[in-house]
């Protein structure tokens, strides 16, 4: 049987990403509750802003998506876990972080000077869509 972890309340107190985690929830909640026409940590596109971004999701990059969400990598150590090339990854991860989609932060690397870390910007992605129809 697989153990479960309880978090209490003393957790979200004393971790940082679990209190930003809370602080976004509630600034979204209050948006709700005051019928605000856009939520925060959301983003909206607009037909062609759509279409745009429906043709750069390719399979290989939604892998990447799939794979940076499970765990914050450089761009070599994300190449590995999808087994593909470094240069092709790097292009795709650029693509991506245009979109808004991952973003590449500069982290210390111990006794070898600075990376660059793949973070997502989202643990889901959800699509809503209404087509006029003539």
Not at 40 to 55: C, G, I, R, W, Y
Not at 60 to 81: F, P
């Amino acid at each position: 049987m697989m153990a479960t972890k309880k978090i209490s309340m003393a957790d979200f107190h004393s971790d940082p990403e679990l209190a930003a985690h809370v602080a976004r929830g509630r600034e979204v909640a209050r948006a709700l509750d005051a019928k605000a026409p856009t939520l925060p940590h959301s983003m909206t596109f607009t037909s062609l802003e759509f279409v745009e971004f429906v043709s750069e999701m390719t399979p290989k990059r939604v892998e990447l998506l799939r794979a940076a969400v499970k765990k914050a990598q450089s761009i070599s150590e994300l190449a590995v876990t999808v087994r593909r090339e470094q240069s092709a990854v790097s292009k795709d991860v650029t693509r991506l972080a245009k979109l808004g989609l991952l973003k590449v932060e500069e982290v210390a690397n111990a006794g070898h000077g600075r990376k660059k870390l793949v973070v997502p910007i989202a643990e889901s992605i959800s699509f809503s869509a209404n087509f006029a129809l003539p």
